[in-house]
């Protein structure tokens, strides 16, 4: 299986330029009542607002998927720690894309 290519220095500053990326977070947890709100309050918090959202339960476990446009990579893994520590959150996967043209 092909790897990545690297990113030529141009290519990375980009993808280190916040305003540039959009850092994606995956939670699995308990489907249960009051967990998207308390995800929701860790947002509020600090002030993030997510550009997209999708949830959808399955079976006994709650999938959400977020994205959250200019946060840097520290502050999407900081955030990832924090919901990870919301009781009923047994997983939480990041992951960043660059976007095409600056928003």
């Known amino acids: 299986m092909p790897s990545n290519p690297p990113l030529d ?5 980009s993808f280190d330029d916040p ?3 959009v850092f994606c977070l995956s939670l699995r947890s308990r489907a249960e009542i009051g967990l998207m ?4 309050q860790a947002l509020a918090r600090r002030s993030l607002l997510p550009s997209r959202w999708h949830s959808v339960e399955a079976g006994e476990q709650l ?3 977020l994205q959250i446009p200019e ?3 520290e502050e ?5 720690v924090a919901l990870g520590q919301i009781v009923g959150v047994e997983e939480v996967l990041t992951s960043r894309f660059l976007r095409l043209s600056p928003a």
């Not at 220095?9 to 500053?13: C, D, I, M, N, S």
Request: net charge neutral; glycine share 4%; aromatic share 0%.
């Open 19 to 21: 305003s540039r990326s």
């Open 9 to 13: 220095a141009e290519a990375q500053r």
């Open 76 to 80: 999407g893994e900081l955030l990832a």
């Open 37 to 40: 709100a308390r995800v929701v």
């Open 63 to 65: 999938l959400m998927d």
């Open 71 to 73: 946060i840097s990579m």
